[in-house]
């Protein structure tokens, strides 16, 4: 029972342009929502969060945008560059567990 | 500030053996996370120690186990391995803790590779 779903396993985006990253997600006890960033070899890094309450979180070139109805939740990138390409993960948040996607690797085209 | 550290980075093992793997919190955090991480898969939740008792399980058997130290560090040891356990384990760290709902961020160490033969 996929919880937390990355329809999207690859996406390539020219550097400059934007990058949409989305998120879907069935239970409707998660409160929060976060996006982290993977490179090979190493852990997920944190990038951006979203409390169930909000609809939009903004921080520099990261967006989280969240539809409560939909059960949806995108991250937008702009303008993307090179070192944004890495595996991001799509987590869902209830009582502390964190509930991941399965990721989304994005190649950014100089 | 010290981040999330873990020791080893990379295990070799056969069948049926018995291994400890070891998380550092970052400094502050008084939660640790495991988490598996298949390749190709999103990390699985194992469970959680929240001032060193299990505070929540994902769907693992019991031969996943943990600890947590009184400095919050914390172990996780797997029984019996299986080839199916070959995995990165990831562990993450958190300011929170209380049982029903938060919206503390988790930390992420670098993982532990484990190859089981």
Same mark, same amino acid.
């Given at each position: 029972?996929?919880?937390?779903?990355?329809?999207?396993?690859?996406?390539?985006?020219?550097?400059?342009?934007?990058?949409?990253l989305?998120?879907?997600?069935?239970?409707?006890?998660?409160?929060?929502?976060?996006?982290?960033?993977?490179?090979?070899?190493?852990?997920?890094?944190f990038l951006i969060s979203i409390s169930s309450i909000k609809d939009k979180n903004e921080d520099g070139r990261f967006t989280v945008f969240l539809n409560k109805s939909a059960k949806h939740l995108s991250l937008h990138i702009v303008p993307s560059q090179p070192g944004d390409s890495a595996v991001y993960f799509c987590a869902a948040s209830a009582i502390e567990k964190l509930t991941f996607g399965t990721g989304t690797r994005l190649t950014i085209i100089p | 500030e010290t981040g999330v550290t873990q020791s080893p980075t990379h295990l070799i093992k056969t069948?049926?053996?018995?291994?400890?793997?070891?998380? &550092? /919190?970052?400094?502050?955090? +008084?939660?640790?996370?495991?988490?598996?991480? @298949?390749l190709g898969q999103g990390p699985q939740f194992i469970f959680q120690?929240?001032?060193?008792?299990?505070?929540?399980?994902?769907?693992?058997?019991?031969?996943?186990s943990g600890?947590?130290?009184?400095?919050? &560090? /914390?172990?996780?040891?797997? +029984?019996?391995?299986?080839?199916?356990?070959? @995995?990165?384990?990831?562990?993450?760290?958190?300011?929170g803790g209380s049982y029903g709902g938060s919206t503390?961020?988790?930390?992420?160490?670098?993982?532990?590779?484990?190859?089981?033969?």
């Open positions: 029972d996929q919880q937390v779903k990355q329809n999207s396993p690859s996406l390539s985006v020219q550097e400059g342009r934007i990058s949409i989305n998120c879907d997600y069935t239970n409707s006890m998660f409160d929060y929502f976060l996006w982290y960033k993977k490179y090979p070899a190493e852990g997920p890094t | 069948r049926g053996q018995q291994v400890t793997l070891r998380c &550092s /919190s970052q400094s502050g955090h +008084n939660t640790v996370s495991w988490y598996q991480q @298949a120690y929240y001032r060193e008792e299990e505070n929540g399980r994902g769907n693992f058997p019991p031969r996943f600890l947590q130290f009184p400095n919050y &560090s /914390s172990e996780l040891n797997v +029984n019996a391995l299986e080839l199916d356990d070959s @995995a990165l384990y990831l562990c993450a760290s958190s300011l503390d961020t988790q930390y992420f160490g670098p993982g532990t590779r484990l190859t089981v033969l």
